[in-house]
């Protein structure tokens, strides 16, 4: 029933850009954190950055001063831009949300999205 359908992936050339959207659809009573983790070929997954419901954000060393991740409440949405790509960014970036589905349940569990590959050529 819940589930996060991202979009956004792609081809680039280093240097470019992309914007990576997550929406999270369903019977969804609250959004906690929600964030973007990558894996790249032969690597372990790791975390690129994450933004807690009241705004605060996080990132990885690797992609600070680059990389921006928001989000719209209203929507349901995660975004990561992503700016001065380049070709180590190439991986499949995974949107997660944590998020409380059941009225008495009433505890966030952790959603993952498919997944989005994202490439940047040099």
């Known amino acids: 029933q819940v589930q996060l359908v991202e979009s956004g992936g792609g081809l680039v050339q280093a240097g470019g850009s992309l914007r990576l959207s997550c929406a999270a659809s369903?019977?969804?009573?609250?959004?906690?954190?929600m964030g973007w983790y990558r894996q790249a070929l032969g690597k372990q997954r790791e975390l690129v950055a994450t933004?807690?419901?009241?705004?605060?954000?996080n990132y990885a060393d690797s992609v600070k001063g680059r990389f921006t991740i928001s989000r719209d409440n209203a929507k349901n949405t995660v975004y990561l831009q992503m700016n001065s790509l380049k070709p180590e960014d190439t991986a499949v970036y995974y949107c997660k949300a944590d998020l409380v589905v059941s009225y008495s349940r009433n505890y966030p569990l952790p959603y993952w999205g498919q997944g989005t590959q994202v490439t940047v050529s040099s």
């Open positions: 369903g019977t969804i009573f609250s959004i906690n954190t």
């Open positions: 933004i807690t419901s009241g705004g605060n954000t």
